[in-house]
């Protein structure tokens, strides 16, 4: 069994996703196809390197990711095929691979020109369709891809770090109104180095402690913790934490360390 997942900013209102899948089931004999979200904001590729990031290692090896975010070939100018972690990822080189790893992917290569020339306008239906197709019956990348590498990591500071402070963003907003930030727990440790923190997430507004369970902190009461995946969420015990504490995709977060 061969298994695609696709991740958009298509919105569940457009038959683009539909029309992929269907190209897919018809030029892959044996494959299932999952959707992680098409729900991404459009153009975002903060956010979706983000949800991918977090999900793609729950899929076997060998799975094909389809990245169908801010797929403007003309404007990247490339094509690629990151391989990592027995993994592959078809995406424009808009920077969305250098946000996904904190390493450079095992393996990059980048589509011919003649194969993207012919591909028409929906990229993604018809090259990402094909160099799956490709993938998934064994073939050498070499027939369709040359080993290459990530022009564009214009994306690359997600975060800013210094010794007293990191600088973040909200990435992704979950359906219970948690608010995911782009801060893994060893790098938060890591500046912290034992210090007490402060965590402002609106203007003076701010957190000091991190708990381990949404339980710990009252009914009502807003909270930071790292979840499953080691990232940092600012939420609120049986409460809607980004809309009553006025947090949005894109909001920064300033963590400030001290000896005091």
């Keep these: ?30 494959v299932q196809v999952i959707d992680i979200s098409h729900n991404i904001h459009t153009f975002d590729i903060l956010q979706a390197a983000f949800v991918l990031k977090n999900t793609y290692q729950n899929f076997p090896a060998g799975t094909i990711h389809f990245i169908c975010v801010d797929v403007n070939f003309h404007l990247y100018q490339q094509i690629i095929v990151a ?51 490709h993938i998934s019956s064994k073939k050498p990348l070499e027939a369709i891809a040359q080993k290459g590498a990530i022009r564009n990591n214009s994306h690359s500071q997600a975060i800013e770090i210094s010794d007293n402070m990191i600088r973040a963003k909200v990435v992704f907003i979950d359906g219970f109104n948690n608010a995911f930030v782009n801060v893994s ?14 965590i402002y997430y609106h203007g003076k507004e701010y957190i000091d402690k991190i708990v381990s369970d949404y339980s710990q902190a009252k009914g009502g009461e807003d909270l930071a913790l790292f979840n499953h995946n080691d990232y940092m969420e600012i939420a609120m015990n049986r409460g809607q934490a980004s809309q009553l504490l006025g947090i949005k995709i894109g909001h920064n977060i300033i963590i400030e360390f001290s000896d005091k």
């Design 1 to 30: 069994m061969n298994y695609i997942t696709l991740l958009s900013d298509y919105g569940n209102a457009s038959h683009y996703a539909a029309s992929i899948k269907g190209s897919l089931y018809k030029s892959i004999s044996e």
């Design 83 to 133: 391989e990592h972690n027995g993994h592959y990822f078809l995406a424009a080189d808009n920077g969305i691979v250098n946000l996904m790893f904190d390493e450079i992917p095992a393996s990059v290569w980048v589509v011919k020109e003649e194969l993207v020339s012919q591909a028409g306008s929906f990229i993604e239906n018809g090259l990402f369709v094909q160099i799956a197709a």
């Design 185 to 198: 727990k060893p790098v938060f440790e890591h500046v912290r180095k034992g210090r007490k923190f402060k």
